[in-house]
Structures are given as structure tokens and as C-alpha cells.
């Protein structure tokens, strides 16, 4: 369990690449600085949070992420914009240098942000967009690496047959 | 070739790379023109306004410059210690230790050479550092290694994070730590470190070493 000087400690480590993350997803630095203020206040409201199955780091990131993706699709309700949502991410990804496959994992971006799971969409966020190997999505989601790869092959399906 | 992810990146503005990923990262960033263009995009991102600063690299290759890289890190870990130079420049409890690492050897001596890897640790009792680089082609920013303002020291000690590559300038190489208690500007204190005029309430410590290019990756 995190003391309230493990958590300062943090955020003064931290807050920079919290707020970064979180405007790349978001497009706007107000709502990435609200973002940030969430994912520390959470700390300090449940500090027993972070059960050590992955890094610091690579928790702090899923929490920026998941609170990032849940303001954002609190917007998107509203406006319907999710193409442009996704454009706007897609101006700091490194997409896959193959225009089809580039394209496809735009597609399931925007998909899962409008329609998967919380797990599902941080799953095809980090294969898609951040450009994390399978293992590395699963410590992030907390998950194995093999229902990992079932969970995407399964969206990716889900997609197809939508799309038929 | 794989790019550096969204996690690794955000590793590294938490400063959380160990030495090992440094290498590889700084390896990939020396190789991969679309992950320097992040670096760039992303300080900007983040409202650092100058670019990060980057260690000149040799013109006699990149690969050789790598392969150093590796083989001093596991020196590094194998053999360096950190032990202030005689010729260290301390004021007040302050000490700013390097070492240079070769597959010869480890230490800071005053001959070194284009290739060699320095890695540097800080002690102080102050709270801000900016270290800075000065050879013959001018200087540069060696750490914090984003952003316009001095990095903090945590717990008394600044450890780098990278290492540095010394590029072939011919030449003495000075590294020079600029410590405070209060946050320091970056491109002030470059100002102030070629002008050899000391910033008021800073403390100054400062290596150096003779380059000579015949050395080049002895």
C-alpha cells in the first residue's frame, strides 16, 4: 500500500508524462491537466489500488489511459465525433508503415472506442495505436498474453462480420 | 523495425528506464528518424519549448558507437565505481563523479577519446542540477535531457539516466553540473556557463578531460 509520500513521490516523477498521455488521447490539454488531477486523486483515495502484478509505471500508464478513454467517450456520447477523435490521437501514434494494415488499425480504434468493453478497448488501444507488443498489452490490462490475443482476434471477427 | 512504444515513452519522461533500456532506447532513437521525430513532437507536447538535447555522435559510425554502448554498459555494471576525480572541482558537501566507459577501461582521466561513453552521478544537498557539456563546438545540455528547466535531485543525489558519447571535436571536453536550490532555466545557464559568468545562489562543479581524435575508439 502506497503512503501519501509514495504518491507525492510520484507525482512529482510522473505528472508530466500522466498529462502527456492523456492530451495525446484527448487532444486538449484541459481535460488531459483534469485527467492527471483524477489519476493521482484516485491514488490518494484508494492507495492499496496498484497490487504489484505489473510495474509502477506500467500502471500508472493503464490508469491515465483508462480515465483518458472514459472522459472521452463521455464527450463522444454527446458530439458523435469519433473519427475526428481518433485523428486527432492518430497525429501522435506511429502507425504501421503498411497503408492497409495503418488503416485497418484506425478502424479498430475507433470500433472499440465506440463500442467495446473498457478491457477490450485499452486492448486494441495498445496494439493498435501505442505499438505494445501482445505482452506488454497484457501487463498493462492485467490479463495473460493468450486472452489477449483471443480478445482481439475476437474483436477484430466482431468487426468483420459488422462490416459484411 | 519496431518503434518505441506509448509505454516505454512514457517511461522514459518518468524517468523510470534503467540503464539497460536507456541503451536500447537511445540506440533506437540514434537509428529511427520517426522516433526522433516524436522526441521532438512530444517535448513540445509537453510545453517543453527548446528540443531535447542530443549527444553529437561520431562521424566514424553510428554502429561502432552502438556496439560501445552495449560493451560499456556491461562494464559499467561489471566493473565501474563511481570515486570523485582528483582533479574534481567541489565547493561546499557537493561532488560530481564521472566515469568513462571503454572495453579497455573505466575511470575519468584527463585524456579521452571520440566514442567514449561517460556516465556521471551527482551528490548535493541542493535541489536542482542542469549539466551541460562545453568542447570546442560549442555546448549543449546534457541533462535534464527534455525541457527547459532544471532537473530536481532526489535524496541528495542525481543519477544520469544516459550515458553521453563524446563526439570527435578535437580538444579538452568540460562537463559542467550547475546546482541550485531553486529551479533553474536551461538555456540561462547554458548562457551563463559560455559567458564563464556563475549564476548568483548556484554552486559550479566542472571535469575535464583532453580529447584526442588519434584515441578514437581505442
Redesign the interface.
Same mark, same amino acid.
Given at each position: 500500500m502506497w503512503s501519501r509520500k509514495d504518491i507525492d513521490?510520484l507525482y512529482?516523477?510522473?505528472h508530466?508524462?500522466v498529462?502527456?498521455?492523456a492530451?495525446?488521447l484527448l487532444g486538449n490539454e484541459a481535460e488531459a491537466n483534469d485527467v492527471a488531477q483524477e489519476v493521482f486523486t484516485s491514488l490518494l483515495e484508494a492507495p492499496d489500488s496498484f497490487r504489484g502484478q505489473a #510495474?509502477?509505471?506500467?500502471y500508472?500508464?493503464a490508469l491515465?489511459t483508462k480515465q483518458a478513454i472514459s472522459r472521452l467517450r463521455k464527450r463522444l456520447v454527446r458530439h458523435e465525433a469519433w473519427e475526428n477523435a481518433v485523428s486527432t490521437m492518430w497525429t501522435?501514434a506511429?502507425p504501421p508503415s503498411d497503408p492497409a494494415l495503418a488503416a485497418e488499425a484506425k478502424q479498430l480504434v475507433t470500433r472499440a472506442l465506440e463500442s467495446a468493453d473498457e478491457i477490450t478497448t485499452q486492448i486494441v488501444l495498445?496494439h493498435c495505436?501505442? #505499438?505494445?507488443?501482445q505482452g506488454?498489452v497484457a501487463e498493462?490490462v492485467g490479463l495473460s498474453r493468450v486472452t489477449v490475443n483471443q480478445r482481439l482476434q475476437a474483436f477484430r471477427s466482431k468487426l468483420k462480420e459488422v462490416s459484411r | 523495425m519496431?518503434?518505441?512504444?506509448?509505454?516505454t515513452?512514457?517511461?522514459f +519522461?518518468?524517468?523510470?528506464l534503467n540503464l539497460g533500456e536507456w541503451a536500447g532506447f537511445r540506440w533506437h532513437l540514434l537509428r529511427c528518424e520517426?522516433?526522433r521525430a @516524436?522526441l521532438t @513532437?512530444?517535448a513540445v507536447?509537453?510545453g517543453d519549448e527548446s528540443a531535447p538535447s542530443r549527444v553529437p555522435i561520431s562521424r566514424l559510425g553510428i554502429a561502432f558507437t552502438a556496439v560501445l554502448c552495449l560493451v560499456g554498459t556491461a562494464f559499467f555494471f561489471a566493473r565501474a565505481r563511481l570515486e570523485p576525480d582528483p582533479d574534481l572541482t567541489m565547493k561546499g558537501e557537493s561532488a560530481f563523479s564521472l566515469v568513462v566507459i571503454t572495453p579497455q577501461a573505466t575511470g575519468f582521466g584527463s585524456r579521452c577519446a571520440p566514442g567514449d561513453v561517460v556516465q556521471a552521478e551527482v551528490r548535493t544537498s541542493k535541489e536542482f542540477i542542469v549539466v551541460v557539456g562545453v568542447s570546442a563546438t560549442g555546448a549543449q545540455v546534457l541533462y535534464p535531457v527534455t525541457g527547459s528547466r532544471s532537473a +530536481?535531485v532526489?535524496d541528495g543525489r542525481a543519477r544520469m539516466p544516459n550515458s553521453w558519447v563524446l563526439d570527435d571535436a578535437p580538444g579538452v571536453e568540460r562537463f559542467v553540473a550547475v546546482l541550485s536550490d531553486e529551479p533553474l532555466e536551461v538555456a540561462h545557464v547554458v548562457q551563463s556557463v559560455l559567458r564563464g559568468q556563475p549564476i548568483a545562489g548556484t554552486e559550479l562543479l566542472i571535469r575535464s578531460c583532453e580529447k584526442d581524435a588519434r584515441d578514437a575508439f581505442r
Amino acid at each position: 500500500m502506497w503512503s501519501r509520500k509514495d504518491i507525492d513521490g510520484l507525482y512529482r516523477q510522473s505528472h508530466r508524462a500522466v498529462v502527456k498521455r492523456a492530451r495525446m488521447l484527448l487532444g486538449n490539454e484541459a481535460e488531459a491537466n483534469d485527467v492527471a488531477q483524477e489519476v493521482f486523486t484516485s491514488l490518494l483515495e484508494a492507495p492499496d489500488s496498484f497490487r504489484g502484478q505489473a #510495474g509502477v509505471m506500467t500502471y500508472l500508464f493503464a490508469l491515465t489511459t483508462k480515465q483518458a478513454i472514459s472522459r472521452l467517450r463521455k464527450r463522444l456520447v454527446r458530439h458523435e465525433a469519433w473519427e475526428n477523435a481518433v485523428s486527432t490521437m492518430w497525429t501522435y501514434a506511429i502507425p504501421p508503415s503498411d497503408p492497409a494494415l495503418a488503416a485497418e488499425a484506425k478502424q479498430l480504434v475507433t470500433r472499440a472506442l465506440e463500442s467495446a468493453d473498457e478491457i477490450t478497448t485499452q486492448i486494441v488501444l495498445g496494439h493498435c495505436l501505442d #505499438g505494445l507488443s501482445q505482452g506488454e498489452v497484457a501487463e498493462v490490462v492485467g490479463l495473460s498474453r493468450v486472452t489477449v490475443n483471443q480478445r482481439l482476434q475476437a474483436f477484430r471477427s466482431k468487426l468483420k462480420e459488422v462490416s459484411r | 523495425m519496431k518503434h518505441i512504444s506509448a509505454l516505454t515513452w512514457f517511461r522514459f +519522461e518518468s524517468n523510470d528506464l534503467n540503464l539497460g533500456e536507456w541503451a536500447g532506447f537511445r540506440w533506437h532513437l540514434l537509428r529511427c528518424e520517426t522516433c526522433r521525430a @516524436q522526441l521532438t @513532437q512530444r517535448a513540445v507536447l509537453g510545453g517543453d519549448e527548446s528540443a531535447p538535447s542530443r549527444v553529437p555522435i561520431s562521424r566514424l559510425g553510428i554502429a561502432f558507437t552502438a556496439v560501445l554502448c552495449l560493451v560499456g554498459t556491461a562494464f559499467f555494471f561489471a566493473r565501474a565505481r563511481l570515486e570523485p576525480d582528483p582533479d574534481l572541482t567541489m565547493k561546499g558537501e557537493s561532488a560530481f563523479s564521472l566515469v568513462v566507459i571503454t572495453p579497455q577501461a573505466t575511470g575519468f582521466g584527463s585524456r579521452c577519446a571520440p566514442g567514449d561513453v561517460v556516465q556521471a552521478e551527482v551528490r548535493t544537498s541542493k535541489e536542482f542540477i542542469v549539466v551541460v557539456g562545453v568542447s570546442a563546438t560549442g555546448a549543449q545540455v546534457l541533462y535534464p535531457v527534455t525541457g527547459s528547466r532544471s532537473a +530536481e535531485v532526489k535524496d541528495g543525489r542525481a543519477r544520469m539516466p544516459n550515458s553521453w558519447v563524446l563526439d570527435d571535436a578535437p580538444g579538452v571536453e568540460r562537463f559542467v553540473a550547475v546546482l541550485s536550490d531553486e529551479p533553474l532555466e536551461v538555456a540561462h545557464v547554458v548562457q551563463s556557463v559560455l559567458r564563464g559568468q556563475p549564476i548568483a545562489g548556484t554552486e559550479l562543479l566542472i571535469r575535464s578531460c583532453e580529447k584526442d581524435a588519434r584515441d578514437a575508439f581505442r
